[in-house]
């Protein structure tokens, strides 16, 4: 397909071909987490084409190039979700996503970020350790169903605005309230 594998993929390639042990170790001796990604990729695969959006794909493309917080707002089943998606495939940069919409209880917004984020953390306090696992970060954080736990999503992403100087923060939302750019 002429498409290149990011660096996180290489390096397991690597170490797969390389025999690392450390990858049996590592996966016995994890908690178990949710099934959310990790590692930098943390993206659903695409089985289509996006077709008929250039026009949207350009502004929210825009507004990154000009803003760190981007929400894109619209009714269910306007493809919020798929055009962000979308947008974060293009990245050659770090990419996470969280499916806010999908949390179950007691899984906080906090848990879900920390679980893609940085899957082997121990940190005592949530917050602080995915904002310490992101401060050097200069990639893309997505969360969506942002209307789903509005006030866990703001008060993560006002963290991460703050002690992430470098880090790009994509939200989906059927409101407004969600975060505001």
């Given at each position: 397909?002429?498409?290149?594998?990011?660096?996180?993929?290489?390096?397991?390639?690597?170490?797969?071909?390389?025999?690392?042990?450390?990858?049996?170790?590592?996966?016995?001796?994890?908690?178990?987490?949710?099934?959310?990604?990790?590692?930098?990729?943390?993206?659903?695969?695409?089985?289509?084409?996006?077709?008929?959006?250039?026009?949207?794909?350009?502004?929210?493309?825009?507004?990154?190039?000009?803003?760190?917080?981007?929400?894109?707002?619209?009714?269910?089943g306007a493809g919020k979700t798929r055009l962000a998606m979308?947008?974060?495939?293009?990245?050659?940069?770090?990419?996470?996503?969280?499916?806010?919409?999908?949390?179950?209880?007691?899984?906080?917004?906090?848990?879900?970020?920390?679980?893609?984020?940085?899957?082997?953390?121990?940190?005592?306090?949530?917050?602080?350790?995915?904002?310490?696992?992101?401060?050097?970060?200069?990639?893309?954080?997505?969360?969506?169903?942002?209307?789903?736990?509005?006030?866990?999503?703001?008060?993560?992403?006002?963290?991460?605005?703050?002690?992430?100087?470098?880090?790009?923060?994509?939200?989906?939302?059927?409101?407004?309230?969600?975060?505001?750019?």
């Amino acid at each position: 397909l002429g498409i290149e594998p990011s660096p996180s993929l290489r390096r397991v390639q690597q170490a797969v071909l390389s025999q690392d042990p450390a990858l049996l170790s590592s996966a016995a001796d994890e908690p178990a987490r949710p099934a959310l990604g990790g590692g930098g990729r943390s993206l659903p695969g695409i089985a289509t084409r996006l077709v008929g959006r250039v026009a949207e794909l350009d502004a929210a493309r825009s507004a990154l190039a000009a803003s760190r917080l981007v929400t894109l707002v619209g009714p269910m089943g306007a493809g919020k979700t798929r055009l962000a998606m979308e947008v974060a495939h293009q990245r050659s940069a770090e990419v996470w996503f969280v499916a806010v919409e999908d949390l179950a209880a007691p899984t906080t917004v906090a848990d879900a970020v920390l679980a893609v984020v940085a899957p082997t953390s121990r940190a005592a306090d949530v917050t602080t350790g995915v904002v310490d696992a992101l401060a050097d970060s200069d990639g893309l954080l997505v969360l969506d169903g942002a209307e789903q736990r509005v006030e866990e999503v703001v008060e993560i992403a006002t963290r991460l605005m703050k002690g992430c100087p470098a880090l790009q923060l994509l939200v989906t939302s059927r409101t407004r309230s969600a975060c505001r750019d």
